[in-house]
């Protein structure tokens, strides 16, 4: 079936530090490919996007490639700060059925 | 413009009880989609509608769940009778198409003693 593997949390780093937070998938066909955050009491937003092989999302420093060779979509961002400290999901949208499907989400926390 | 806006926010009930959740979408949005979050099993989705019509409640837990959506504005997932388990925070979120991209509320935790 289909589903999304995303690293462990919590992932603790010190502001400025380089982020890579692991996602693959597994899907019949090409799913687009999101990542939402949700900060502390809030819901979930939208994040990035990337809708077929090779592209790249990118928003307030994030970027995730779309590899379809190795169904991964990885986040990343050169310099975290602390107002970056959430829980990130990956989440394959899965036309066919209407559906997006949630990793487990990692929790980033950024020190001082 | 509004966003998702849920209603309450927090609730606390009894074992037993019935509980009522309440979800206005954005004005506009034809699909609406009730999650589940917990820390055991994550992002759960529970139902979805579109155009008020529900299109797959294969998330439902079981049948003391049941979502209703009697109009384009309104929508509400009631649990009757509740039980501790059902402690999570309920979600609910709307779309306009059919991208994947979801405008969630912000919550509704609920606690069952």
């Known amino acids: 079936g289909n589903s999304v593997t995303q690293m462990e949390g919590p992932v603790t780093l010190s502001e400025e530090a380089f982020l890579t937070i692991n996602c693959t998938y597994t899907?019949?066909?090409?799913?687009?490919l999101f990542w939402y955050v949700q900060y502390p009491g809030e819901g979930l937003q939208l994040l990035l996007k990337a809708t077929k092989a090779d592209d790249k999302g990118s928003n307030k420093g994030f970027e995730a490639t779309y590899r379809k060779e190795t169904t991964s979509f990885h986040l990343e961002k050169g310099s975290v700060q602390v107002s970056d400290s959430a829980v990130y999901f990956c989440a394959p949208w899965m036309d066919s059925s209407y559906k997006l499907i949630f990793g487990s989400g990692t929790r980033l926390l950024v020190r001082p | 413009d509004a966003g998702v806006i849920q209603s309450p926010r927090h609730e606390v009930t009894e074992m037993g009880q019935e509980v009522t959740l309440r979800c206005k979408p954005i004005?506009?949005?034809?699909?609406l989609f009730w999650y589940r979050q917990t820390m055991m099993r994550g992002l759960e989705l529970l139902i979805y509608f579109n155009n008020n019509v529900p299109i797959d409640d294969s998330g439902m837990p079981e049948d003391r769940f049941s979502a209703k959506m009697p109009n384009a504005s309104f929508s509400t997932l009631k649990i009757q009778p509740s039980e501790p388990r059902d402690s999570a925070v309920y979600f609910c979120?709307?779309?306009?198409?059919?991208?994947?991209?979801?405008?969630f509320g912000e919550g509704s935790r609920l606690t069952v003693l």
């Open positions: 979120a709307s779309t306009f198409d059919s991208t994947g991209e979801l405008f």
């Open positions: 899907a019949t066909g090409y799913p687009s």
């Open positions: 004005s506009g949005h034809d699909y």
